[in-house]
């Protein structure tokens, strides 16, 4: 299901304080309705702010 999907993972990335990766989960939560095009966008954008956020960790990561 689109809509719990995107709360749930909205969720863990607001408790990791990744917000702008919970700021769209929840923009895709909330478009539950739109077409397959769009959710693409949606998706595409999630996975854009999850690569940011991955990289920023793995960074982190190194400098300890």
């Not at 969720?11 to 309705?33: F, I, P, T, V, Y």
């Not at 693409?40 to 854009?48: A, F, H, K, P, R």
């Not at 956020?53 to 990561?61: I, T």
Request: net charge negative; glycine share 8%; aromatic share 10%.
């Amino acid at each position: 299901e689109w809509a719990g999907a995107a709360h749930y993972l909205k969720g863990s990335a607001a408790s990791l304080g990744m917000n702008a990766l919970s700021a769209r989960c929840q923009e895709a939560e909330q478009k539950k309705s739109v077409g397959y095009d769009e959710k693409i966008t949606l998706v595409d954008g999630i996975q854009t702010e999850y690569d940011r956020a991955r990289a920023y960790a793995s960074y982190l990561l190194s400098e300890m």
